[in-house]
């Protein structure tokens, strides 16, 4: 969930990078509410997510689920009745000379700047509180966090405008029950 509470910016002229993740069961490829940053390896507006510890420049924070396709399992291109009608974006195989899937292909995605929004992707211990700063979490989430921040990242990517008490931040990061904190994102 990553849902707008202000007017902002919207950058739907992005794609999120292909993979090599191969798995072909509708795994998660990146959360709504990651942050991710613009692959200079690519010419166009490509977007990853960061992997622990990288040093790269925020762009902004994905505004949908992205997620491997059923092609294990299900003809390619087919998609459960649950992911009709959603905002997901299903990434398509990729394939090699030889007709076997290596990955996923690069993916249309919305990329969110600035603004004011409501998240259930991020990482604490404790109680959040309104005014705290929130870094990139030094994981393959790329979760929002306040401890445990990526060791390359200095600044802030957002502040808390609605936080979230620590029984909530348990049962949010335990996946038991989602309560949702406000944010103002900075990037």
């Not at 689920?65 to 299903?90: E, Q, R, T």
């Not at 005014?131 to 390359?152: C, D, F, K, T």
């Not at 949010?172 to 949702?180: F, Q």
């Amino acid at each position: 969930m990553f849902i707008p509470r202000h007017p902002v910016i919207e950058n739907q002229f992005c794609q999120f990078a292909s993979t090599t993740v191969s798995g072909g069961t509708g795994e998660v490829l990146a959360y709504a509410g990651s942050v991710c940053y613009l692959d200079d390896s690519q010419t166009d507006a490509t977007v990853k997510i960061y992997a622990a510890n990288e040093d790269k420049v925020p762009f902004g924070f994905l505004m949908q689920k992205v997620k491997n396709g059923y092609y294990a399992i299900h003809p390619a291109g087919f998609m459960l009745p649950g992911d009709l009608g959603s905002s997901d974006v299903m990434a398509q195989p990729s394939y090699d000379s030889n007709g076997k899937i290596t990955g996923s292909k690069p993916s249309p995605v919305g990329v969110a700047h600035l603004g004011i929004w409501d998240t259930i992707h991020y990482y604490h211990t404790t109680a959040i509180n309104a005014g705290i700063g929130l870094g990139v979490r030094a994981s393959s989430l790329s979760e929002l966090s306040v401890a445990s921040r990526n060791s390359n990242q200095t600044q802030d990517v957002a502040v808390t405008v609605k936080g979230a008490s620590a029984a909530q931040v348990s049962a949010n990061v335990n996946n038991t029950t989602l309560y949702p904190i406000r944010v103002k994102l900075l990037y």
